[in-house]
């Protein structure tokens, strides 16, 4: 899943980092990773801070591109830091680099997810991927087969709990993703 988050940030880098003169040559490719990893840990800051709710609205919703989503708030800062802190960027430049790559980002990275028709990123990769590094939400996937009957989960009503009934939330059938997550921890 990391991979795919690269490719992304490499695909939309070109214009905002390998074409931009304020960043040397030398220093495309590892600014570029800091964009990733800052993606990365910035979705798992979100959701061990409480922001399931912020992070489920990201992928409800069609605001991935809208600087103004609290998701994409934390993500850019996180981000326009990183690269003045690691590289010297300015944080003129930092900020605007961050500002192009975020939502392009996350924009592609939502619509991927919501795509039936796009199996390069499923929703459980990303649950898995932010949720790698933190013990509270281990075995989200587990968690919400094993307790999510008892909560009225079951979405597609195929008697079982599973990432299809997440997805049939994510995509407006269900409750909503923030309600299934929340339901489940009790947000």
Do not use: C, H, R, W
């Amino acid at each position: 899943m990391f991979e795919q988050l690269t490719q992304l940030v490499q695909q939309f880098g070109n214009e905002s980092v390998v074409k931009n003169d304020a960043i040397p040559n030398e220093q495309n490719e590892a600014v570029m990773n800091e964009a990733s990893s800052s993606i990365l840990s910035g979705l798992q800051n979100i959701v061990s801070g409480g922001g399931v709710d912020q992070l489920a609205g990201l992928f409800q919703g069609n605001n991935a591109l809208d600087s103004s989503n609290s998701v994409v708030q934390k993500l850019t800062e996180q981000l326009t830091g990183n690269l003045g802190e690691k590289f010297g960027i300015n944080s003129k430049t930092a900020s605007s680099v961050a500002g192009n790559l975020i939502p392009q980002i996350l924009g592609s990275l939502v619509n991927k997810a919501k795509d039936p028709n796009d199996n390069s990123f499923q929703i459980s990769d990303i649950i898995a991927m932010i949720s790698a590094d933190n013990t509270q939400n281990l075995g989200i996937i587990d968690a919400i087969s094993k307790y999510g009957g008892q909560f009225g989960l079951d979405q597609n009503a195929d008697d079982k709990v599973d990432i299809n009934d997440a997805m049939s939330a994510v995509s407006g059938k269900g409750g909503g993703l923030a309600d299934v997550l929340g339901k489940l921890f009790g947000k």
